[in-house]
């Protein structure tokens, strides 16, 4: 069965006021993420994968050695990647669960620090790619950086929190400064509850 493209969880334009324009995820959701879902589609038809999950699929072709299968890869993972991402952020002014705000503290020492360190993992990803904060398979919190698809799945982690750090992500609003543009998305695009709850059911 084909993949389609989820709706936006909010309207294109709920996340103005947070810093992501509605030109943003006109461009981001309605053509990049398309792309992926109709070109996945097409890469996987009447192969192995044609009837797999997208987490099988991401699994079964990271680090694969033909081209074929490489291609199935990127587009399936940035897929899933994208499904995540939208639910990660909403409209701005909610708080961060306090059970969760602890959970970050005991793990980074201050809310501060881990926001220190998602962003430098973000800011350090050469070129394009993703930065993680995600609980390993032994229980513990860290934060990752991947390039171009990779998630955390291939790694056997839960992907708790990530920012796509692509330029397609924030070049209309932010242009070249991806620092700002990660500290924004910390500040004013998380939806923490999302966060809380990827964390309760990991
Ligand atoms: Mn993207």
């Not at 993680?132 to 919190?141: A, H, I, T, Y």
């Amino acid at each position: 069965m084909a993949f389609e493209l989820p709706n936006l969880p909010y309207a294109h334009d709920a996340l103005v006021d947070g810093g992501m324009s509605k030109e943003t995820l006109e461009y981001h959701h309605d053509l990049h993420h398309k792309a992926y879902v109709d070109n996945g589609n097409k890469l996987i038809e009447g192969t192995e994968w044609a009837d797999k999950s997208m987490e099988d699929i991401i699994k079964g072709t990271y680090n694969a050695s033909t081209v074929a299968q490489n291609g199935i890869f990127n587009n399936i993972s940035q897929l899933w990647n994208h499904n995540q991402f939208w639910e990660m952020m909403g409209p701005s002014g909610r708080d961060m669960p306090s059970e969760l705000e602890a959970t970050l503290r005991d793990s980074f020492g201050s809310v501060d620090k881990f926001k220190e360190e998602f962003i430098a993992a973000g800011v350090g990803q050469f070129g394009s790619g993703w930065c993680w904060l995600v609980r390993d398979d032994e229980g513990g919190l860290k934060i990752t950086k991947t390039e171009n698809g990779v998630n955390p799945l291939c790694f056997g982690q839960t992907a708790l929190l990530g920012c796509d750090v692509w330029e397609h992500s924030y070049y209309i609003d932010f242009r070249n400064k991806r620092p700002a543009y990660l500290t924004n998305f910390l500040d004013n695009l998380v939806n923490w509850e999302n966060v809380a709850m990827r964390l309760a059911n990991a």
